[in-house]
């Protein structure tokens, strides 16, 4: 990564520097040596100048010491490439600090990030087999500074994940431990949510609570096919029942006539049994009471929304936007409310004298 990179964008340019110091003057008697002008060293002595007063003098400044053209012509030249010398060097090393820079702040920046995923306990994960022979991560999370008293799971997928990691049951013993109350709300055509009262326990019911309607009733479409529902089981019970008191008159009619009428007295009373065997009125309304461990207080865990009468048209084209609806159902937020202040909170209940 970054950290790699940086030292070795450094390491040539320091090479390059120190090659180009290299062709540099340290002093003044070396320069004139290389320049063949050794011979001017008393002069310069005499009128106290130095390599660096050297590196200032202009043409003018060069006759003014009386010396020919030849040797003017090199001190120049050698003053002009000095002079470009040291400016390459000057913006190599601005260069370098900049790069140095970018290298200490992203090299801080993984740091801070280090420290970051060590703090959320991501190395403190551990994996163990589950039933179904995939892994179940066990994280170190960090806690909340208070004790909720209830949980709201809207369009949750914790059943799936559980059923993934091999959780068959978890148990009408389980519960959360400083959470006592859990809801699981969904959207009948929610794809991602599941229901959690089959994980608890094997004699689930068959169906959710229906949650409350807003406006204090069901809708109108659920109210009608449940007024289907109840006028075809009486059309059923009533049209049975018909034929089974015909089928008494005959059978009766066919005893009268009949010397012997124990044989078919028990057939025609197994056949009208049999007619009126798949008889039962049973109202959708009644919900079934069964228990439901301890994750909810012995309540109901699974609770449904109200489609709504568009959505029961296609349920395949509503089910993406159904799992985005909890957070503006009205239904919603009035079950939510209605379950934090039916019970009171500990605090409130300390305060009661």
Known sequence: GTTDSAPSLEKPAEEE?????????????EALEKLGLSDLMGLFNKEMIDLKTLLTCSNEDLKELQL??????????????????????????????????AYEREAKKAKEQEEADASIG????????????????????PQLSFEPRHLFAAGSPIGLFLTVRGVEELGPEFE??????????????????????????????ERPVLMSHHKGRKRFHLELYENIGHVSASIKYHLVEGM????????????????????PKEETDSTVQEAAQPVE??????????????????????????????????????????HL??????????????????????ELVKLKP
């Open 281 to 322: 009125l049973v109202s959708p309304v009644v919900e079934q009471v069964l228990p439901v461990g301890r994750l909810n207080q012995g309540k109901r865990l699974d609770y449904v929304l109200q489609e709504k009468p568009i959505e029961k048209l296609n349920e395949y084209l509503f089910a993406l936007g159904s």
């Open 176 to 205: 959360l431990p400083t959470c006592p109350n859990f809801f699981n709300i969904f959207h009948p055509f929610d794809p991602v949510a599941y229901r959690m009262e089959p994980l608890v326990t094997d004699k689930y019911p």
């Open 68 to 101: 020919p053209m030849g040797h003017r012509k090199r001190l120049g030249g050698f003053i002009k490439e000095e002079a470009e010398k040291q400016q390459k060097i000057k913006e190599r090393k601005e260069k370098q600090a900049a790069m140095r820079l």
């Open 122 to 141: 991501l190395e403190k994960i551990k994996f163990v087999r589950g039933l179904a022979g995939t892994g179940q991560p066990f994280i170190d999370y």
């Open 244 to 263: 089974r008191n015909m089928w008494q008159q005959i059978n009766e009619i066919a005893r009268s006539h009949t010397s012997s009428s124990d044989q």
């Open 325 to 346: 609806c909890y957070w503006r159902s009205e239904d919603t937020a009035l079950f939510i409310l209605k379950e934090i202040y039916d019970e009171p909170s500990p």
């Open 17 to 29: 520097e120190e090659e180009e110091e290299d062709d540099v003057c340290s002093s003044l008697e």
